[in-house]
Structures are given as structure tokens and as C-alpha cells.
């Protein structure tokens, strides 16, 4: 075999290798048969050849063609091949769906109700959902929209803030009492690590002889106590009744008013004795420094 010969075999094999490899990385298999049919969009939401197209979350085909229908204007058709063993049920409905990255893929809704089957190269309804990308640019975008004059506003307010000299102040306050706070910070770490051992040291001192005292208590012959209490509590009480009654020395002195009376003016007597006694002294004494006289005959 000629050397030309070789060269133009090898050419040829590449090209159809190339041809292969090309078809596979689009997700062509060139050597199943498959069904053809076409799709009817308004919006395609750029939706390119090759992209799968997934029923019930499995790829079951692949877009095929993308082409604008002229004789409809306003609406693009899609070409699409599903797998041989693939039946679409008549009803059936095509949705392109936009992703949260942007991609755009193709979900066959089946019409599972539905006892009969589209023939190949029937036209199916597409519908587009835009997902939560367009729900997002319908929604948010005219509600971000009327927001950003109230930001521009806030942006507006806080530059003037910023700018403000007594702001300058407030920081310059806060730095002083970040100061004194870690100033307390440290007192209170120092009162912690020297003050607090001591009075713990003092609390366990307490907590002991409070135990002491308690053992000590325990010691108590409660009831004897009791017993010697309840006993003088009798005894008062006796007393007291004999106090009220007239029958003894003490109830009479403390119930009878006509000795009380008589203590009364017993003491005016005395006391009014002692003043006439300070008040003529001779009528009471009588004294001579010669002896006494005696009377005359």
C-alpha cells in the first residue's frame, strides 16, 4: 500500500473520530435510534443546542435544533430527541426552566393521564418558567428599585454623621471609659486574687464554728431545758396568782388601798415632822453647858 494511500485512511478516521467525539460530547448517540419531535416556545430563555432534556429528573433527550418560525412570528421552534424507548403521552407539555447559576434546561411535563401517544415529529406546547431568577427580577428588581433612594438617603445621613465633629467626641468618651473600665478591670482581678482567698479563708473560719456550734447544740438536753422552763413558767404563774389574792402579806400590801393609804399619810407625817424638826430644832432638844437648872420653889 502506497504511502498516500495511508496518509489519505488515516486523515479519513480522524475526521470520523473527530465527527464521533464531537456528537458524544453534545450527548449524540449516533448509533441508537431515537425519536424526533418539536417543541413550540414564545421565549426560549437562551436555551442552546445540545442541552438535555429531563423528564421526571432523568435525561431522556437532547436538543437537537433551535430554530425562529418564520410562519409564526414570535415563536421559535425547538427540535428534540428522546430515546427510542421514550413515548410522549398526547397532552404532554415542554418547560424551560431557568436555574439560580443561569443555566437552562428542559423538563417534560406528562400528561400521564392521557391512554394515547404523540407520533414522532408531533409539535408539542412549550411554556417557560423562569424559576427563582425571573421571580426574582419580577419581585425584587421594582422592589430594590424603590429602595434605593431611601439607601441613597441612609448613605446620605450617615456621611453627615460621620462628619460630624461631636462624633469625634463620643469616640474619644468611649476610649476614656474603655480605659476606666479596663482600669476596674484590673482592681477587680487584683480584689479577686488577693481580697477574695481571705474571705473565703474568713467564710471557711465561720462555716466551722457555726459546724462547732451546731455540734455543741446537739449536745443540749433539749427536753431537760424545756423541762426547767415550763417548771419556773409554773412557779410565776403561782406567785402571780398569790400577788392578786388577799390571803398573804404581799397580796394584801398590793390589793388592800386602805394600807396604801395609810403609807400615804404616814409618810406626809414624817415628812412634815423632819420640816417643823428642821425649822424649830428647840422644841425638841434641850441642852445646857453648865448643867441643868432647877426650878424655883
Known amino acids: 500500500m502506497r504511502k498516500e494511500m495511508k496518509i489519505g485512511l488515516a486523515g479519513i478516521a480522524a475526521l470520523l473520530l473527530l465527527f464521533f467525539g464531537i ?28 442541552s438535555p432534556v429531563f423528564a421526571n429528573g432523568l435525561k431522556v433527550g437532547i436538543v437537537q435544533e433551535i430554530e425562529y418560525n418564520y410562519q409564526r ?7 428534540i430527541e428522546m430515546d427510542q424507548n421514550m413515548k410522549i403521552p398526547t397532552g404532554s407539555k415542554a418547560e424551560i426552566m431557568t436555574e439560580m447559576l443561569g443555566t437552562v434546561k428542559m423538563n417534560l411535563l406528562l400528561n400521564l393521564d392521557s391512554p394515547t401517544y404523540c407520533n414522532e415529529g408531533d409539535t408539542l406546547i412549550g411554556i417557560s418558567n423562569e424559576g427563582i431568577m ?77 459546724r462547732s456550734m451546731t455540734d455543741n447544740l446537739k449536745g443540749v438536753d433539749y427536753a431537760a431545758t424545756f423541762s426547767k422552763v415550763d417548771s419556773t413558767l409554773q412557779n410565776v404563774q403561782l ?28 409618810a406626809a407625817n414624817a415628812a412634815s415632822l423632819l420640816k417643823d424638826l428642821q425649822e424649830h430644832p428647840k422644841r425638841y432638844v434641850h441642852f445646857s453647858l453648865f448643867g441643868r437648872k432647877d426650878k424655883k420653889q
Open 239 to 266: 406567785l402571780t396568782e398569790k400577788l392578786n389574792r388577799r390571803d398573804n402579806t404581799m397580796g394584801l400590801l398590793m390589793n388592800d388601798p386602805a394600807f396604801y393609804e395609810n403609807l400615804n399619810a404616814t
Open 134 to 210: 425571573g421571580a426574582a427580577e419580577k419581585e425584587l428588581l421594582p422592589k430594590l428599585n424603590q429602595i434605593l433612594p431611601k439607601v441613597d438617603s441612609v448613605m446620605t445621613s450617615l456621611h453627615r454623621l460621620l462628619s460630624d465633629p461631636a462624633l469625634a467626641g463620643t469616640l474619644r468618651n468611649a476610649e476614656q471609659l474603655t480605659a476606666s473600665l479596663h482600669a476596674s478591670s484590673r482592681q477587680l482581678n487584683r480584689v479577686m486574687s488577693n481580697d477574695l482567698p481571705k474571705l473565703m479563708d474568713n467564710a471557711t473560719a465561720i462555716t466551722d464554728n457555726l
Open 73 to 79: 412570528p414570535g415563536h421559535v421552534t425547538v427540535g
Open 23 to 50: 456528537n458524544y460530547l453534545k450527548g449524540i448517540n449516533l448509533f441508537q435510534s431515537e425519536r424526533f419531535y418539536y417543541v413550540d416556545f414564545t421565549n426560549i430563555n437562551g436555551l442552546a443546542q445540545s
